[in-house]
């Protein structure tokens, strides 16, 4: 699981299953297609969130009601094609909340990646039902109910909280799914399927990101010039596109670290769950008791003499710190010692 060529041999196997499904009857067998949406939609959220309390998930004030006034959550982000961003956190990267793709791009500069997105829900807000995830398909409502009710358990820095809760949320909406759905039902596989294509798409952004920071790296050490960099990362974005689900022009600087937030560390949440007998309430729990174990982002900062609490080094070091806590508490855990 924490092998990137692993990821990719995943990725392959998964495109090639696609590429011989074609259409009709054998594709959906095999990668079948998620039932819309329905008006009983209120019914499946308190199903689903039975299941969440059923694994240890606390209440939350999310999905309390539609959004008549909100359709979805719009996000806008802008860098230069020179840099290449940690995760969408990084301040290299301006955010903004424009509602139109034209307006992000306007008044980006000519060599600005730009990034439009538009969310259906949004963690941590008392995000309503909106209209956008009525609009969607079964298996992503499950998807974002889940996720975004992970993200109320915990208190951990984005970077790690996101891979987190998709990992989390992978596990249960299949676990969900072999509940709720009859064996062989559109429903249970689309769900299932959706889990387990958004799992091996994380292994395989950790390979892609791996590549393309390299590229990066050489061009910080002085080895190849500006317009070299930007013509091998066009040869590694386009094929990188179909292993990770992009579309023709999609992939670029924010979008592949936007991605890599929800990744980089899903192998190593993939291992404690593993640790812990592949249960969801244990492993949650063991992410609770590290939540409150972690260090005080001021005193990771203090300790290695970081005076901009904003700034990516503060970013990465307070990463780098709570996944320490959690790899000590692994090991002593291997050993028969739980310090979690």
């Known amino acids: 699981m924490n092998s990137p060529s692993a990821a990719a041999r995943l990725a392959a196997a998964a495109l090639l299953a696609l590429s011989f499904a074609g259409c009709g009857p054998l594709r959906e067998l095999i990668a079948p297609t998620a039932p819309a949406m329905t008006g009983e939609w209120a019914a499946l959220l308190e199903e689903l969130r039975a299941y969440e309390r059923s694994i240890g998930f606390e209440p939350t004030a999310n999905f309390t009601g539609a959004g008549k006034d909100q359709a979805s959550f719009h996000y806008c982000g802008r860098v230069s094609q020179q840099l290449l961003p940690w995760s969408y956190e990084d301040p290299a990267i301006a955010w903004s909340t424009a509602a139109s793709e034209s307006e992000c791009r306007a008044g980006a500069a000519a060599d600005d990646d730009i990034y439009f997105r538009t969310l259906e829900a949004q963690g941590e807000s008392e995000t309503p039902v909106t209209s956008?995830?009525?609009?969607?398909?079964?298996?992503?409502?499950?998807?974002?109910?889940?996720?975004?009710?992970?993200?109320?358990?915990?208190?951990?820095?984005?970077?790690?909280?996101?891979?987190?809760?998709?990992f989390l949320t992978h596990q249960a909406m299949s676990a969900f799914a072999e509940q709720k759905y009859p064996a062989g039902s559109r429903e249970r596989r689309s769900i299932r399927r959706y889990a387990e294509t958004?799992?091996?798409?994380?292994?395989?952004?950790?390979?892609?990101?791996?590549?393309?920071?390299?590229?990066?790296?050489?061009?910080?050490?002085?080895?190849?010039?500006?317009?070299l960099l930007l013509r091998e990362r066009a040869s590694l974005f386009e094929a990188a596109e179909k292993p990770l689900g992009f579309g023709h022009g999609e992939l670029n600087n924010i979008s592949l670290a936007s991605n890599m937030t929800y990744s980089r560390y899903y192998p190593q949440i993939g291992d404690a769950y593993a640790m812990h007998g592949r249960d969801l309430a244990r492993t949650i729990a063991v992410f609770r008791r590290l939540d409150a174990a972690k260090p005080a982002a001021a005193a990771v900062q203090k300790k290695l003499g970081i005076e901009d609490a904003r700034s990516?080094?503060?970013?990465?070091?307070?990463?780098?710190?709570?996944?320490?806590?959690?790899?000590?508490?692994?090991r002593n855990s291997s050993r028969g010692a739980d310090s979690l």
Not at 135 to 159: M, N, S, T, W
Not at 201 to 218: C, D, H, Q
């Open 132 to 166: 956008a995830m009525l609009a969607g398909k079964l298996d992503r409502f499950v998807y974002l109910v889940i996720h975004e009710d992970c993200h109320d358990q915990f208190a951990l820095p984005y970077g790690v909280e996101e891979a987190l809760c998709d």
């Open 198 to 227: 958004q799992g091996v798409l994380a292994l395989a952004t950790i390979e892609w990101y791996s590549r393309v920071e390299t590229l990066y790296a050489r061009r910080q050490r002085g080895e190849i010039n500006a317009e």
């Open 312 to 330: 990516i080094e503060s970013l990465r070091a307070y990463e780098d710190a709570v996944m320490a806590t959690l790899r000590a508490a692994l």
